[in-house]
């Protein structure tokens, strides 16, 4: 199967212009189809508060209200992506700019309201992912750049977490591609020792996994990103990988920087 | 050769929610090829007052400055276009939101500073409109929704009139297509007597052009669309339609409503 890559980049890339610039040159010289999801980093929450809108959290999460789903359609769907597609065109890659309702790639569900109310938040079901329209783009040479909103299929955009469309498209797609999976965050991949980012961990099987958790040498926030890692393993995806934008994608046919997670 | 309708709304149909549900119930139910192209309407105004961002007049145009650019991305490209897309979608119509950089479909050149610099305004130039990646997306059932949004090829957004983004993709694609160019405005055609919206004109050819004109019969600020709207048919473009959003759109393939120009 042709290899496709996934590759998600997180708030901090998109505001900070100079990292970010470096991180799409790099994702433009990448030789392969590939799919870029952002999401919208603090320029969503300053342009919020230019307008009055008062971030609503619970438990640590971010409610979306009315006026939330405006903002991130707004400053996602607009602000951020085209920013990056423009910035890409520049550099000879043919990129177009979608949501989860452009073409109905993504559609979801609102989360059913239980004890929390999260409002305009929506739930993938992996089969409902339109691979057909993803498909055709890809196909056609496009190279899909996608915010982290979804829709109904009832006329509302929906918000979603950037690391479930990316999921949720890796795995949908790997019926028909070969996927590999790249999640960027802020540190180089997974460290033996939390406080050294030259103790990258480069390869994570199995095995390995059950040897760091008993040795109780994973890192806080790291065990979600590995255990939906292997999700996707389990999944169909080929491989994930997981490190700083700075370094990755220099490397990322090569895995030289990161953790790789088989 | 086929049809494609090519229609232009303005941004009062986008700000009257009650008028653009039935305008985009119309246009999901034509049964060709179709383009949207839509304006911002007030949405843009209010959003932009809101974070403090002047409206910088000369001689009744407005500059787009930096702030500016940044805002009707925001606006046009994202919530406006995702709101048109994600409607769209729950009416069984494939939509996908662009902009001009979206594809690379429409890139324009920064408006040279003569006497006046209009900022980040985009001028185009139709042999350059990329008609191969909209054939794409037209073949494989995408219906188009474009913002009046372009780029400069360098990674800038730039600002375009909507009724040129209708009439540069009009005539761009009237060498593949039977273009039907549709200006959807706020009087239901060109009238006979302009206070009479009954006195619509049904068909506009040169010969009764040059008469109304003779007769002194054209109401303020029809010319340049008449103007505009024999240009794209010199070009190519097989007919112009012009009228009331709230009735063409449901007669649009049988033209009992608004002017036809031919």
Do not use: W
């Not at 990292?19 to 189809?33: E, H, P, V, W």
């Not at 929506?122 to 899909?144: P, R, S, Y």
């Not at 950037?162 to 070969?178: E, F």
């Amino acid at each position: 199967m042709e290899s496709l890559f996934i590759i998600k980049i997180g708030g901090n890339v998109i505001d900070d212009i100079a990292s970010s610039d470096t991180f799409l040159s790099n994702f433009a010289s990448i030789n392969a189809k590939k799919i870029l999801i952002h999401g919208g980093g603090k320029i969503a929450t300053k342009i919020g508060e230019q307008l009055g809108i008062q971030p609503n959290y619970l438990n640590g999460r971010r409610i979306t209200d009315a006026a939330t789903i405006d903002l991130v359609t707004m400053v996602y769907g607009g602000l951020v992506n085209k920013k990056i597609v423009a910035k890409l065109q520049s550099l000879g890659c043919n990129a177009i700019g979608l949501t989860g309702a452009d073409g109905n790639i993504i559609p979801a569900t609102k989360r059913p309201v239980k004890d929390v109310d999260y409002g305009f938040v929506g739930d993938v079901k992996i089969d409902e992912v339109n691979t057909n329209n993803v498909e055709i783009l890809l196909a056609n040479n496009f190279t899909l750049i996608v915010a982290p909103l979804t829709h109904d299929g009832h006329g509302q955009m929906l918000n979603t977490n950037a690391d479930t469309i990316a999921s949720s498209l890796a795995v949908a797609l790997s019926k028909s591609y070969a996927v590999r999976l790249v999640y960027c965050f802020e540190k180089n991949g997974v460290l033996e020792n939390v406080d050294d980012e030259n103790s990258v961990i480069p390869l994570i099987t199995k095995e390995k996994y059950q040897q760091l958790l008993s040795e109780n040498k994973l890192f806080d926030g790291i065990l979600p990103k590995i255990d939906n890692a292997f999700a996707a393993i389990q999944s169909g995806v080929q491989e994930v990988l997981i490190g700083n934008a700075k370094h990755l994608l220099q490397n990322v046919t090569i895995h030289t920087k990161g953790t790789l997670i088989k």
